[in-house]
């Protein structure tokens, strides 16, 4: 009998020391995701999908606790937030910065704290001493090896969207006059993505020979209102001179659509309206010829990855300066082969 109890004794402490060493086992790694706005539409099917992405690489010995904050377009919210990131040891930083005019005092901070950053969506370009952004890669990415930019070159999307008008019949010169007749409306101002989209989608007309007139260029910041209201006010002022409509992004698009209806006018007859993302309603407006094309500004692709940097800062591993997502052209075309 004591015999027994021995055993038995021996038994139940191994089985303890084993559920132990388990729960010892389980390494938990704090992520600090700071959005530039909640409310965009592209940037929330991003944030979903981080961290849906992040949920199927745990393991019953490794968790990622995330926390995601809101810098509610505001780049001094934003940078309380990273401080706070600080001061909770997050493991590693996912930023989707404000104001990329602000990377270099943020990254600083981050990096003083030994804090792996990968940035997304809103790319920090090099400046010159007077501030002027230049075309070339980012200092404070090359300088620091823990740093990374992972995003979409939105060079592409703009070039694709003026591919689109190009290679369409009558390459958007709708009433025959030699000339494309356009109305631009950009996002933020002071984001890569909105000076290159909106510089690219004309250079690829002009490009490809064709003579170009910028009817109206306005600024709708991402916003489907915006850019209803804008769309609106510029058919109000041009009417029928206008042949094609760029948007920056397709929030803007969406709302561009409700403007072309309202003032009687058919898309893919008398005007073509172009946005970037691919969001699931634009694709559908494209399917049924509301809208004549998006470009898929990949948030699978694009969140992915920069899961898989988060990974691999985490673990220690190096890791490249910039990581791309390619973008796709979305025209009906395209949509119909799916
Ligand atoms: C762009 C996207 C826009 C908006 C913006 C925010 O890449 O096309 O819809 O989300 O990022 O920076």
Redesign the pocket.
């Known amino acids: 009998m004591k015999k027994f109890l021995a055993i038995l004794l021996a038994a139940l402490m191994m089985m303890s020391m084993i559920s132990f060493a388990g729960a010892e086992g389980v390494k938990t790694y704090k992520v600090g995701v700071a959005i530039?706005q909640f409310t965009?539409?592209?940037?929330t099917l991003y944030r979903n999908e981080i961290e849906a992405y992040f949920k199927t690489l745990e393991t019953d010995s490794v968790k990622y606790q995330l926390t995601f904050v809101d810098g509610k377009n505001d780049m001094a919210e934003q940078t309380n937030q990273i401080r706070n990131f600080i001061t909770q040891n997050m493991d590693v930083i996912i930023l989707?910065l404000v104001q990329t005019s602000s990377a270099d005092a943020i990254i600083d901070e981050i990096v003083a704290a030994d804090i792996p950053l990968v940035l997304i969506?809103?790319e920090p370009l090099a400046y010159d001493a007077d501030g002027n952004t230049l075309d070339e890669a980012y200092e404070g990415i090359l300088n620091n090896p823990k740093v990374c930019y992972v995003g979409?070159d939105?060079r592409q999307s703009g070039t694709f969207q003026g591919e689109m008008v190009a290679e369409l019949e009558n390459h958007g010169d709708i009433n025959g006059d030699g000339k494309i007749s356009y109305i631009m409306i950009e996002?933020?101002p002071e984001?890569i993505?909105a000076q290159y989209r909106t510089q690219y989608s004309v250079k690829a007309l002009t490009d490809a020979g064709y003579e170009v007139n910028c009817l109206d260029d306005q600024v709708g910041n991402?916003d489907q209102t915006k850019g209803q209201e804008l769309c609106a006010n510029a058919l109000t002022s041009y009417g029928y001179d206008v042949e094609v409509v760029f948007c920056?992004?397709?929030?803007m698009a969406l709302g561009a659509v409700t403007a072309i209806t309202t003032a009687g006018r058919v898309v893919g007859e008398d005007i073509y309206l172009l946005g970037?993302?691919a969001l699931e309603e634009a694709v559908e407006y494209v399917k049924t010829g509301e809208m004549t094309g998006t470009v898929l500004?990949d948030h699978i692709g694009q969140s992915h990855k920069a899961v898989d940097v988060a990974v691999k800062l985490l673990n220690g591993e190096e890791i490249d300066n910039y990581y791309w997502v390619d973008d796709v052209q979305v025209n009906k075309a395209y949509v119909d082969s799916l």
């Open positions: 530039y965009d539409n592209f940037m989707n969506n809103r979409a939105a996002g933020d984001n993505d991402w920056n992004n397709d929030a970037v993302d500004n």
